[in-house]
């Protein structure tokens, strides 16, 4: 198989060069050439930039497949499709859960939950807006190539690499070992999907030629919150406990706490019967705890300090207790 990668050397993109390269395909990068330029040296690179709607390396050659996996607003996918035409057989498109209106996502939902409006008159990536814009990606998509347009709707990714840093956060905080302070309920349901499954996934949809939506969630059991914690420790090695303290007073932002989407429950049954694997919970995090450790563990921008956990911890021993039923 031909094929290119529009970004292909940062997390996802890198798993699905990766996975591709293991199958012995031919792998052609589209990007500006900035993200870890020295990895896959030996492969072709196109130099171009979706911001500023350069496409002209695009203009010649012929793929088998592509895998956008880095288009967010509609107009890169535009531009991306009008360079090239009908020089690529299949156009697989990374989309996001986040496509999905809230209020149909009850436990166990699938690829045909109802979708949000899509959102054309801005290009600024926000709360608000990045689910409608992936929306009219996907719509653009499937009106141009049809029956040769796959969708993959990516949940919460982890494993090594991980530009975001989410999950890593409680791998390294459960390595620690302790008592942990949780700013949410241990008990809310939580989904992660190891980046190399989804990168399996999307090389399997290509080779298949397969059309239609597939959701990219895991771990193949489901877990919560804590759970995903524990196991981190088990991983790690070490012992810890969870101690949940009052959400007000926390970072702004704390990795997988979100008690108010019930988008954590959604099934994978498609995808898992289109063939992506189900990377143990445990063994994510191993590995992750070994790249963290690796590249020195450098510093996140959410969740806890040490020194807001100690007293976080702190103020939830000293806290009145709840009066008697």
Not at 64 to 93: I, N, T
Not at 242 to 267: C, H, K, M
Not at 284 to 311: C, I
Request: one cysteine or more; charged letters at 25%; aromatic letters at 6%.
């Amino acid at each position: 198989m031909r094929l290119l990668v529009l970004g292909g050397t940062s997390f996802v993109g890198r798993a699905i060069v990766e996975d591709a390269l293991r199958t012995g395909a031919e792998v052609t990068l589209f990007g500006r050439g900035r993200t870890n330029p020295d990895l896959f040296p030996h492969l072709t690179r196109l130099i171009g930039d979706r911001a500023t709607g350069d496409y002209s390396a695009l203009r010649a050659g012929s793929w088998d497949a592509v895998a956008d996996v880095s288009g967010y607003v509609p107009r890169h996918v535009r531009q991306a499709m009008d360079a090239l035409g009908d020089r690529v057989g299949r156009y697989l498109f990374i989309s996001s859960h986040a496509v999905y209106e809230s209020a149909g996502l009850a436990p166990g939902s699938d690829e045909d939950t109802p979708r949000r409006a899509p959102v054309r008159d801005t290009e600024e990536l926000s709360e608000a807006t990045y689910g409608p814009l992936k929306v009219a990606c996907e719509d653009d998509v499937l009106a141009r190539y049809g029956t040769r347009a796959t969708l993959v709707r990516p949940g919460k990714v982890a494993g090594p690499h991980d530009s975001m840093d989410t999950f890593t956060y409680w791998v390294r905080r459960a390595a620690r070992g302790g008592r942990v302070a949780l700013p949410a309920d241990p008990a809310q349901p939580v989904q992660v999907v190891d980046s190399r499954d989804l990168a399996r996934l999307v090389v399997r949809l290509l080779t298949d030629g397969r059309p239609g939506a597939f959701q990219a969630v895991g771990p193949a059991e489901p877990t919560t919150l804590g759970e995903l914690i524990e196991t981190c420790a088990r991983a790690a090695g070490t012992e810890i406990e969870i101690v949940p303290v009052p959400p007000e007073g926390a970072p702004r932002r704390f990795p997988l706490v979100r008690p108010d989407r019930p988008t954590q429950q959604r099934s994978a049954a498609r995808a898992r019967a289109a063939g992506m694997p189900a990377t143990p919970l445990a063994v994510t995090a191993a590995d992750v705890l070994a790249w963290d450790r690796a590249r020195g563990e450098p510093p996140l921008p959410f969740g806890y300090t040490p020194e807001e956990e100690l007293a976080a911890l702190a103020a939830r021993m000293t806290a009145p207790a709840p009066p008697t039923p």
